[in-house]
């Protein structure tokens, strides 16, 4: 038998803990994409667009990530897709996040004035041009702080890609728990590394966020 | 290509699926009480409290906040034992969510009491109210009032998350969903039908908890 140091199971943890970083990043980068294009379709009124984006947002907020994470594994796979972990989580991921960021953004959309538009409908603006030089950059310096904030939620959310297989963090904790008989030690240090990833993004929204109240 | 789904297969171990609902509604409404409790006291504690408490609670609440509640979920049922501390999983997923939910309503009930107007403090001073009969009487009834609508989000948000305390087979609606799946390899049916059924829990008690708060918590008697 091997024997584990501190050292040997802090060291594996960070290891794994790039694949964790490396999946938020993917989930919120297309989830951001999904999200604004969702958002685009929604505030430019395209027929149904309201309510099955309203739906969409329902569906993914109103189940568990978990049962999302299961029904892409299995799911994709019966489209004859071959589903690796990585897939299977990519895609649930991007698309549970599109939902969140969809609706956060939406709020920012409508705090914009709705002189802004009309001002810029009455210069003869089209309405991507209203969209991307008027409407947009005012709602993009609301939206910061609450998306800042949301991608801690993403980063929590990557652990449960440890059911479906995906050796990230937790995942790694769990196989090193099972080689050392050390759970205590172990989740905590697990713990603590979710907590060093997402406390300094959780200070650095609520100080954008202080930012924005007293500038605004 | 064909694909064939039978979800009668699946529907057909209603009493499963029974089960599970009866669990994850029984974890949420547990956790729920405890929870708003602890996190009203939390509350309290950080804004009103001595320093070493303020201390204690803010590490309290940014420490749950900030990690996954799979991993707090894990370290209370598998870590705790090596501590010296045995629960059954039913009992772990209660103590995880508690805590989780704890922590979050914590922040959300201060967001309520830093609402509240001086003039009522002041009203409540010149009326002889004791501290704790202002807290309770004064100044928590509107705050609640106020972000009722986010601790109702906040429950559901617990209730869904419960799904994972499947992991340490507790028998809540996920699991009952994995029994079935690994009795008869019908594993995306079972999931579609276990997330429709939490899509339908986490409407009605959306629905159930506006209805109740308003009614019970903080209106009509006074």
């Known amino acids: 038998m091997v024997d584990f140091t501190l050292w040997d199971i802090v060291r594996n943890l960070l290891l794994a803990a790039r694949w964790t970083i490396a999946l938020s990043l993917i989930a919120f980068i297309g989830g951001g994409l999904v999200g604004l294009l969702l958002l685009v379709a929604r505030t430019a009124r395209w027929p149904l667009a309201e309510p099955l984006v309203a739906g969409y947002v329902q569906l993914f907020q109103g189940t568990p990530l978990l049962m999302q994470l299961f029904l892409a594994y299995f799911g994709l796979a019966l489209f004859g897709i071959d589903t690796s972990a990585w897939t299977a989580a990519a895609v649930a991921l991007t698309l549970y996040t599109s939902a969140f960021l969809v609706e956060i953004w939406r709020g920012c959309v409508a705090a914009v004035p709705r002189g802004q538009w009309e001002a810029a409908q009455s210069l003869a603006l089209s309405f991507s041009e209203q969209l991307r030089y008027v409407v947009l950059p005012q709602a993009t310096r609301i939206a910061i702080a609450p998306t800042v904030g949301f991608l801690v939620q993403v980063v929590k959310g990557t652990a449960l890609a440890s059911v479906i297989g995906f050796v990230e963090l937790t995942k790694a904790g769990t196989m090193i728990t099972n080689a050392t008989f050390q759970p205590f030690l172990v989740y905590g240090c697990v713990a603590l590394m979710y907590f060093a990833l997402c406390f300094p993004v959780s200070l650095y929204a609520r100080r954008l966020e202080r930012k924005l109240h007293v500038a605004g | ?222």
């Open chain 2, 1 to 222: 290509m064909r694909i064939e789904l039978d979800f009668l297969a699946v529907l057909a171990q209603w009493p499963l699926l029974v089960t599970g609902v009866f669990w994850t509604l029984g974890l949420t409404a547990i956790s729920a009480v405890i929870g708003l409790a602890i996190g009203t006291l939390c509350a309290w504690g950080r804004n009103s409290g001595p320093t070493w408490l303020r201390w204690v609670v803010g590490t309290y609440v940014e420490l749950i906040r900030n990690t996954p509640f799979i991993v707090q979920l894990f370290f209370v049922f598998f870590g705790l034992p090596a501590a010296g501390v045995k629960l059954t999983p039913e009992l772990a997923s209660v103590i995880a969510m508690v805590v989780n939910l704890g922590a979050y309503s914590a922040e959300i009930v201060r967001a309520g009491i830093d609402a509240t107007p001086k003039g009522q403090l002041e009203a409540a001073a010149s009326l002889a109210l004791s501290r704790t009969q202002t807290f309770l009487h004064v100044v928590l009834p509107p705050a609640l009032k106020k972000v009722w609508p986010a601790l109702t989000s906040q429950i559901i948000i617990v209730m869904l998350g419960s799904a994972v305390c499947g992991q340490i087979s507790t028998e809540e609606l996920s699991y009952a969903a994995n029994l079935i799946q690994s009795r008869n390899f019908r594993a995306f049916e079972a999931f579609i039908i276990a997330t429709a059924i939490y899509l339908l829990l986490s409407i009605s008690v959306r629905a159930l908890l506006n209805w109740l708060g308003p009614r019970y918590l903080f209106g009509g008697r006074r």
